[in-house]
C-alpha cells in the first residue's frame, strides 16, 4: 500500500514546503528575538526552527533528485531543473553549515555574546535568498511548464521545422537553436558531416522503417565510425529514433566532442546504457544502467553544464554528474556489427548559446575536463580506440 495519495507523483511535493515556512518563520522569531533579548525563548525557538528547517530541507533535496529522475521535460524546462537542482545544492551546504555553527554557539554559551549573535542573524535572513530562488525556480516548474502535473500530460519529442533545402539530405539549421536531420537520400548528407576512423566499412541505404516511411540504414563491419554534425553547442538536448534490433555492438550518442578520442557520451548496447566521456582515448563511467532496447526506440541525451541525464521512450534511465565540459560538436559513433535503422537526430540548445551559422569549428578556449579523484589515479596510457574492446576499458567515476 502505498502512502502517496494517487494524485502526487512523488513525494516531493508533500514535503517541499516545509523547509520553505520553518525557515522563514525561524527569521521571523529570530527578528522578534533581536527586539527582546532579554527573553531567550525566542533565541532558543529560532535555533530549533533552523534546526528543523535544515533537516526538512535535506529531506527535500534528496527527495527532489528522485522526483527529477521520474519525470520527462519539456525542452524549455531542461535548464530550470537543472539550476533548481544546483540552488537546492547551494541551499543544504549553507544551512547545514549555518546550523553546525549555530549548535556549537549555542550549547557554548556564546550565541548571547552581540558580535556572534548579530553575524548568525544575518547569516541566517541572508541565505532566505537561497530559499527563494530554489522555491522560484520550483514553482517555474510545475506552474510555467507543468512538471509533475497529471492534467498536462506527457511532453513528447517535436522533430522541429528547418529552413533551406533538403536535396543533400544534410542536417539542416531548426528554429530552438540546434540541427535536425532527416535523412532521405542513401549518401548525399556525407559530405556535410565529419567523419573519425575509418567510413570504409560504413554501407549506408535507404530502407522502410514502417511506420515512419523511409529511414536510413546504416550497415557497419566493425570498424568504430564518429560522425559529428559540425556546429558547436554548450548545452545540448539530443533526440533520436533509432532501431537497434540488427546490429550488435554499442552506439554512442556523442557531444562535446574535440576529436576522436576526447568527447562526452551516452553508450546504449542490448545490455546497457551508460554515460561517460573519453579522454584521450580512456572512458571514464559516471553511471551505467541495465537497458535492452528492442525495435524502435526514441532516445534523449541531455547534457546541461554538469548535468548529464539520458531517456528512452520518455523514461529516465541514466544520470550523471561531472565536470563542465565547455563546447564541442555532437554526433554519433558506431561500434560493432550490422544495422542501424535511424528515422532522425535532432538537437536544441537549452540556453540558446553556442550555435554559429553553418558549419564551425569547436571552441578550444576551455580545456577538454581532466580526470580527477581514483578516476586520475587509474588512468593509463591507451591507444586510439579503434578497436571494439576499447568501448569497455573504462574507468568508474
Given at each position: 500500500?502505498?502512502?502517496l495519495p494517487d494524485w502526487a507523483p512523488n513525494v516531493h511535493p508533500l514535503i517541499v514546503h516545509f523547509p520553505i515556512a520553518l525557515l522563514f518563520v525561524a527569521a521571523l522569531v529570530d527578528?522578534?528575538?533581536?527586539?527582546?533579548?532579554?527573553?531567550?525563548?525566542?533565541?532558543?525557538?529560532?535555533?530549533?526552527?533552523?534546526?528543523?528547517?535544515?533537516?526538512?530541507?535535506?529531506?527535500?533535496?534528496?527527495?527532489?533528485?528522485?522526483?527529477?529522475?521520474?519525470?520527462?521535460?519539456?525542452?524549455?524546462?531542461?535548464?530550470?531543473?537543472?539550476?533548481?537542482?544546483?540552488?537546492?545544492?547551494?541551499?543544504?551546504?549553507?544551512?547545514?553549515?549555518?546550523?553546525?555553527?549555530?549548535?556549537?554557539?549555542?550549547?557554548?554559551?556564546?550565541?548571547?555574546?552581540?558580535?556572534?549573535?548579530?553575524?548568525?542573524?544575518?547569516?541566517?535572513?541572508?541565505?532566505?535568498?537561497?530559499?527563494?530562488?530554489?522555491?522560484?525556480?520550483?514553482?517555474?516548474?510545475?506552474?510555467?511548464?507543468?512538471?509533475?502535473?497529471?492534467?498536462?500530460?506527457?511532453?513528447?519529442?517535436?522533430?522541429?521545422?528547418?529552413?533551406?533545402?533538403?536535396?543533400?539530405?544534410?542536417?539542416?539549421?531548426?528554429?530552438?537553436?540546434?540541427?535536425?536531420?532527416?535523412?532521405?537520400?542513401?549518401?548525399?548528407?556525407?559530405?556535410?558531416?565529419?567523419?573519425?576512423?575509418?567510413?570504409?566499412?560504413?554501407?549506408?541505404?535507404?530502407?522502410?522503417?514502417?511506420?515512419?516511411?523511409?529511414?536510413l540504414a546504416l550497415t557497419t563491419t566493425g570498424d568504430p565510425t564518429i560522425l559529428t554534425f559540425?556546429?558547436?553547442?554548450?548545452?545540448?538536448?539530443?533526440?533520436?529514433?533509432?532501431?537497434?534490433?540488427?546490429?550488435?555492438?554499442?552506439?554512442?550518442?556523442?557531444?562535446?566532442?574535440?576529436?576522436?578520442?576526447?568527447?562526452?557520451?551516452?553508450?546504449?548496447?542490448?545490455?546497457?546504457?551508460?554515460?561517460?566521456?573519453?579522454?584521450?582515448?580512456?572512458?571514464?563511467?559516471?553511471?551505467?544502467?541495465?537497458?535492452?532496447?528492442?525495435?524502435?526506440?526514441?532516445?534523449?541525451?541531455?547534457?546541461?553544464?554538469?548535468?548529464?541525464?539520458?531517456?528512452?521512450?520518455?523514461?529516465?534511465?541514466?544520470?550523471?554528474?561531472?565536470?563542465?565540459?565547455?563546447?564541442?560538436?555532437?554526433?554519433?559513433?558506431?561500434?560493432?556489427?550490422?544495422?542501424?535503422?535511424?528515422?532522425?537526430?535532432?538537437?536544441?540548445?537549452?540556453?540558446?548559446?553556442?550555435?554559429?551559422?553553418?558549419?564551425?569549428?569547436?571552441?578550444?578556449?576551455?580545456?577538454?575536463?581532466?580526470?580527477?579523484?581514483?578516476?586520475?589515479?587509474?588512468?593509463?596510457?591507451?591507444?586510439?580506440?579503434?578497436?571494439?574492446?576499447?568501448?569497455?576499458?573504462?574507468?568508474?567515476?
Amino acid at each position: 500500500m502505498s502512502i502517496l495519495p494517487d494524485w502526487a507523483p512523488n513525494v516531493h511535493p508533500l514535503i517541499v514546503h516545509f523547509p520553505i515556512a520553518l525557515l522563514f518563520v525561524a527569521a521571523l522569531v529570530d527578528t522578534i528575538g533581536l527586539a527582546f533579548k532579554g527573553e531567550s525563548m525566542w533565541k532558543n525557538t529560532a535555533f530549533l526552527l533552523y534546526m528543523f528547517g535544515t533537516l526538512a530541507a535535506v529531506a527535500a533535496f534528496f527527495a527532489g533528485k528522485q522526483a527529477a529522475d521520474s519525470v520527462f521535460l519539456a525542452t524549455e524546462a531542461n535548464a530550470v531543473l537543472t539550476n533548481h537542482a544546483n540552488m537546492a545544492h547551494y541551499l543544504v551546504y549553507f544551512f547545514g553549515g549555518y546550523t553546525v555553527l549555530r549548535t556549537i554557539f549555542f550549547f557554548s554559551n556564546l550565541e548571547g555574546r552581540t558580535g556572534i549573535r548579530a553575524v548568525m542573524y544575518l547569516l541566517g535572513v541572508g541565505g532566505l535568498v537561497l530559499v527563494w530562488s530554489t522555491a522560484d525556480r520550483g514553482a517555474e516548474l510545475v506552474f510555467k511548464y507543468g512538471v509533475g502535473v497529471a492534467a498536462v500530460g506527457e511532453a513528447g519529442t517535436e522533430v522541429l521545422p528547418t529552413s533551406g533545402s533538403s536535396e543533400t539530405s544534410a542536417p539542416l539549421n531548426n528554429q530552438k537553436g540546434g540541427w535536425t536531420w532527416k535523412p532521405t537520400r542513401a549518401a548525399a548528407w556525407k559530405s556535410s558531416l565529419s567523419t573519425y576512423g575509418t567510413d570504409g566499412g560504413l554501407n549506408t541505404s535507404i530502407q522502410d522503417g514502417g511506420e515512419y516511411g523511409d529511414v536510413l540504414a546504416l550497415t557497419t563491419t566493425g570498424d568504430p565510425t564518429i560522425l559529428t554534425f559540425d556546429f558547436p553547442m554548450q548545452t545540448v538536448q539530443m533526440d533520436a529514433r533509432l532501431n537497434l534490433d540488427g546490429f550488435t555492438g554499442s552506439i554512442m550518442f556523442v557531444h562535446h566532442v574535440v576529436d576522436a578520442e576526447n568527447y562526452n557520451f551516452v553508450s546504449v548496447s542490448h545490455e546497457e546504457m551508460k554515460i561517460g566521456r573519453s579522454e584521450n582515448g580512456d572512458m571514464y563511467l559516471l553511471e551505467s544502467k541495465p537497458f535492452s532496447p528492442n525495435g524502435w526506440n526514441s532516445y534523449r541525451v541531455v547534457a546541461d553544464q554538469t548535468h548529464f541525464r539520458a531517456y528512452a521512450d520518455q523514461l529516465l534511465v541514466t544520470h550523471g554528474h561531472g565536470d563542465d565540459p565547455g563546447s564541442g560538436w555532437v554526433g554519433i559513433r558506431l561500434n560493432g556489427t550490422g544495422t542501424v535503422l535511424l528515422d532522425f537526430v535532432q538537437t536544441v540548445s537549452l540556453r540558446g548559446e553556442g550555435m554559429t551559422e553553418g558549419m564551425g569549428e569547436p571552441q578550444t578556449d576551455k580545456e577538454t575536463p581532466s580526470a580527477t579523484g581514483a578516476a586520475a589515479a587509474a588512468k593509463t596510457p591507451a591507444d586510439s580506440g579503434a578497436s571494439a574492446a576499447a568501448d569497455s576499458t573504462v574507468h568508474d567515476h
